[in-house]
């Protein structure tokens, strides 16, 4: 079966660039979408197609994909960066997120 | 403005059965497929099912088909998720998302504790 690897947890200074990455070997083949949650709310969609930004999304998130990983970066972080984000990604028979990490900015 | 109002919390004991509703409103029903996405406390999304309100076609989580049915109702523009043989395991908050993967739009959730 199918799964999406993320690390648990990213930990950057304000300003400075965090990156998470997303492994899978679906991902060769399929677009990653990328979701940001804070506590106590429902997720927010940052990056859809691997690469593209929704509006009204900072253009400090970005997307980028080699292979079988997908890697969101947020350049220049700041203090309201901080929270859960989970990738995921949509099989034909199948949706798979991530575990998730949490992003600190300290 | 799309909005998705779901039912109320529900607190059910091991091996009952839970339904929830997610009420759409302010667009066309049938275009958008509906997914059903939970999050245990202190964990992460796992994505539970989904179902195509125009012809009724629905997958599930591997995991989780042999007790979920996901339906819908077009005259109250309603999509169901019903949940059986509760565990504790399954104490989650359980959001309906319309179009996950694509113009997507979350529900506010619905805390289901099985207790």
């Known amino acids: 079966s199918y799964e999406l690897t993320q690390p648990p947890s990213v930990s950057v200074s304000p300003g400075q660039t965090a990156m998470i990455t997303c492994s899978g070997d679906v991902l060769a083949r399929k677009y990653v979408r990328w979701f940001q949650q804070k506590p106590g709310q429902a997720p927010v969609l940052v990056i859809y197609k691997d690469r593209e930004r929704p509006a009204g999304i900072p253009e400090r998130f970005a997307g980028s994909s080699s292979g079988t990983t997908v890697t969101l970066t947020i350049s220049g972080a700041q203090i309201e960066d901080e929270g859960d984000y989970y990738c995921?990604?949509?099989?034909?028979?199948?949706?798979?997120f991530g575990g998730g990490t949490k992003v600190t900015i300290l | 403005q799309v909005h998705l109002v779901q039912s109320g919390a529900e607190v059910k004991k091991p091996g009952a059965s839970v339904k929830v509703s997610c009420e759409t409103f302010l667009y066309p029903f049938t275009s958008y497929s509906m997914h059903w996405v939970r999050q245990a406390p202190g964990q992460g999304l796992e994505w539970v099912g989904l179902?195509?309100?125009?012809?009724?076609?629905?997958k599930y989580a591997p995991g989780l088909q042999d007790r979920v049915t996901v339906t819908s109702d077009a005259s109250r523009f309603t999509v169901y998720l019903e949940l059986r043989r509760l565990r504790s395991d399954d104490t989650a908050i359980y959001y309906c998302?319309?179009?996950?993967?694509?113009?997507?739009?979350w529900g506010p959730g619905t805390q289901v504790i099985v207790s």
């Open positions: 179902i195509n309100p125009d012809d009724g076609r629905t």
């Open positions: 995921l990604c949509a099989t034909d028979k199948n949706v798979l």
């Open positions: 998302v319309r179009d996950l993967d694509g113009d997507d739009w």
